[in-house]
């Protein structure tokens, strides 16, 4: 049986790319060993998982001291543990990857959850911005067995380094649809934000058209580094009625959740090639919830919409038009194509090409 090794940077709790990987290649007679971060907050919460799980206990929790550790840690790990193949996920835990691969002679695998170079947390960083670019400039043109979550990022990666990425969409388990009855004590109509609760969001945006919706509640799932901005300035604007922030959630309680909105939005803003070439879980989580979507005009989300006619790419980023835009589309019946994408659009697609690149 082979062994893999995974790695990612983060706490393996709320990865559901990273789970539906592991579980497709356990299924398919591989033994695995995921390693993520160990959060002192999240200690405590056990996983349960058909596969060998381990969290890295770490001194440093943020910042450059962080990913130094991580990285350092990560190395021996790797080092030490018998494996085939080594999965690298994303550009953050690479490094100690390649040299293991190298040393050992290991086969290396990676998949690019996103342009991490160009994360909009970077836009105004320029000497962190370097660092990354710069070990993505001497890794990735020397790796050989690679995939990506589009086919945007996988040209970009060609066009820049010459480096072959195939497509592996970050689709959804297939679902059924559960909704909660009597979902929040309210008779409004819900819109729905999942995710990150981050920059670049279009949160912002879509807090200021709560103004001219009188009918509605926000329901913001998740969290981020400006939920307690955004937060302060909900109650600034005198919107606490129509804005209700629910926090992080567990992917099982999220499907529950999901169904009782009447639209699900995605209005990312244009920060950079990692928002443009973005194509958010969430869509795909919404199709799955049957919830039609509302979409910033940026390629692979604008993609999906107009193949599937599952909704509206926005036609203008001023709060009272996008209001008016939500109105009118609601008065549209998107069920029937919901539920033809819905079949199309699960992680069964594109898993097979998931297994014939480990196999």
């Known amino acids: 049986m082979k062994k893999i090794?995974?790695?990612?940077s983060n706490n393996l709790i709320t990865d559901q790319r990273v789970e539906k990987v592991c579980n497709s290649l356990h299924?398919?007679?591989?033994?695995?060993?995921l390693i993520g971060r160990n959060y002192p907050k999240n200690s405590s919460i056990k996983l349960n998982r058909l596969y060998r799980t381990k969290r890295i206990k770490l001194v440093f929790n943020k910042g450059i001291?962080?990913?130094?550790?991580?990285?350092?840690?990560?190395f021996f790990v790797l080092l030490f543990n018998k494996k085939n193949i080594l999965l690298s996920n994303d550009l953050d835990t690479l490094l100690p990857n390649f040299l293991i691969s190298k040393l050992q002679r290991k086969k290396l695998i990676f998949d690019s959850h996103e342009?991490?170079?160009?994360?909009?947390?970077?836009?105004?960083?320029?000497?962190?911005?370097?660092?990354?670019?710069?070990?993505?400039?001497?890794?990735?043109?020397?790796?050989?067995?690679?995939?990506?979550?589009?086919?945007?990022?996988?040209?970009?990666?060609?066009k820049n380094y010459n480096t072959k990425f195939n497509v592996v969409r970050n689709l959804p388990i297939k679902q059924e649809v559960i909704t909660t009855n009597n979902f929040l004590n309210t008779n409004k109509k819900i819109i729905i934000y999942q995710g990150a609760v981050n920059i670049g969001r279009g949160l912002e945006l879509v807090i200021n058209a709560m103004s001219y919706l009188d009918d509605y509640l926000l329901l913001i799932v998740g969290s981020g580094d400006i939920i307690s901005d955004l937060q302060h300035y909900v109650t600034q604007k005198k919107l606490k009625n129509k804005v209700h922030f629910y926090g992080k959630t567990t992917p099982n309680e999220l499907r529950k959740t999901t169904p009782n909105a009447v639209l699900g939005v995605s209005l990312e803003e244009d920060l950079g090639l990692n928002y443009r070439y973005a194509l958010p879980n969430k869509i795909f989580d919404?199709?799955?919830?049957?919830?039609?979507?509302?979409?910033?005009?940026?390629?692979?989300?604008?993609k999906i919409v107009t193949q599937y006619n599952v909704g509206e790419i926005v036609s203008n980023r001023k709060p009272k038009l996008i209001a008016k835009q939500i109105e009118t589309m609601l008065k549209k019946d998107f069920s029937d194509n919901l539920k033809k994408a819905k079949k199309e659009l699960i992680w069964k697609t594109d898993e097979q090409g998931l297994l014939d690149l480990f196999n």
């Open 5 to 8: 090794i995974i790695s990612v």
């Open 27 to 33: 299924k398919n007679g591989f033994d695995i060993l």
């Open 65 to 74: 001291l962080f990913y130094a550790e991580y990285n350092i840690r990560l």
């Open 115 to 158: 342009l991490f170079s160009e994360v909009p947390e970077l836009v105004n960083r320029k000497k962190v911005k370097a660092v990354w670019l710069t070990l993505e400039k001497q890794l990735i043109p020397k790796l050989k067995n690679c995939y990506t979550v589009c086919q945007s990022i996988a040209d970009h990666y060609y």
């Open 286 to 302: 919404y199709i799955q919830a049957e919830v039609p979507i509302l979409i910033s005009d940026l390629p692979e989300m604008k």
